[in-house]
């Protein structure tokens, strides 16, 4: 992950109510697995890995059971998305995507479109910190303007100080 993306982890509403708690048990450095809150999915997996390809492009690293989106990070348009699947691909096991933060066209047209996917299929976004989000630009812009991706370019000299501090708002890699 490029220190400019801000990674969004996606899950179905419904599941949210049941058995949230995606970082309160993980104890590891890494995301915390979602398959659990995958299954109840109401919709179409490859209606969406369909959608998804109509915003950013296939990545040639992407697998049947590893879908994965790569923008153009020489024109700083490095956002990404993945989603794994189970073997069977009949299940959605985990949905995130990174936008870079370096353009300000990859929050007006390439998160705004994963957020109108988000809205179709009922899904919500949880950031970094755990905090649950409606797929709404405004709902997320504080988490956008206080994450480490923007934090980084707004003052890289800072940020870097920081972390020598162990100052750093985000821990999860």
Known sequence: MAIWQYLLIVVPKNSIDQNYNIFENNKTEFLPDTNS?????????????????????????STDTFVSWKGDDKNNEDNDGHISLTDDKSQIEELTFRIDLRKESNITNTLHSILDLCKKHNFVLI???GKIFEPN?????????????????????????????????????
């Open 137 to 173: 630009l405004e709902d997320i812009l504080e988490s956008i303007k206080t994450s480490n991706a923007a934090r980084f370019l707004n003052d890289p000299i800072q940020f870097f100080e920081d972390l020598n501090k162990n100052n750093s708002n985000e821990t999860r890699t």
């Open 127 to 129: 950031d970094l910190k």
């Open 37 to 61: 809150y995958w299954e109840n999915l109401v919709g179409s997996t490859s209606d969406i890995i369909s959608e998804l390809d109509q915003i950013l492009p296939r990545a040639h690293w």
